[in-house]
């Protein structure tokens, strides 16, 4: 079942979903909240084909995704000026918002692009939407401009939107979250 405006605003006056900072009334739609673009980004490091060094991640190896992000990608702070998105070009963003929500509660979310950004081809969070039950930290965005045109990224811009689900019941298994420092 998806919580409507309404039942949003009463699960976060209940504590049962926590947001912090907490959003302003205009982020609220009737059956989601929207999130803000926090100030940080990894950007990936371009790799020529004439490298003598091939680089390749192999999933299916015992690998760290948190090293090879930080091996492959430099971060980076959105200046006053904000970043460009170049056609084409993926990175990783994280929320402005810390988002909370607590087992108990029986609450899950997920995380959607906005449409008015994706009508410029800008995707957010593509893959991976869930944010589980237990969650408590950031969001980490994946955002790609698929578009013909760069688009300019600044801190603060709402840029993602969250719908949240009742589960069945009250999961075994906490969240595990990502550091994010």
Not at 89 to 102: A, D, M, Y
Not at 110 to 130: D, N, Q
Not at 160 to 174: D, I, R, S
């Amino acid at each position: 079942m998806i919580l409507t405006d309404r039942e949003i605003q009463l699960a976060i006056s209940k504590r049962q979903i926590e947001i912090r900072p907490e959003p302003a009334l205009e982020c609220y739609s009737s059956t989601s909240i929207d999130l803000r673009l926090g100030d940080r980004l990894n950007i990936f490091k371009t790799f020529s084909s004439e490298d003598p060094l091939e680089t390749t991640i192999d999933p299916t190896k015992k690998y760290n995704a948190e090293r090879e992000i930080k091996r492959l990608s430099d971060e980076i702070t959105i200046q006053d000026d904000g970043y460009i998105l170049q056609p084409h070009k993926f990175i990783l963003g994280w929320t402005l918002e810390n988002v909370n929500l607590p087992m108990s509660a029986r609450i899950a979310a997920r995380v959607e692009g906005k449409s008015s950004l994706a009508r410029l081809g800008l995707l957010i969070h593509f893959t991976a939407p869930t944010i589980h039950s237990g969650f408590d930290n950031l969001i980490r965005l994946e955002i790609m401009n698929l578009g013909a045109i760069p688009i300019r990224l600044r801190k603060g811009m709402r840029v993602c939107q969250l719908v949240f689900e009742l589960t069945f019941g009250t999961p075994a298994k906490g969240f595990e979250a990502v550091q994010t420092s």
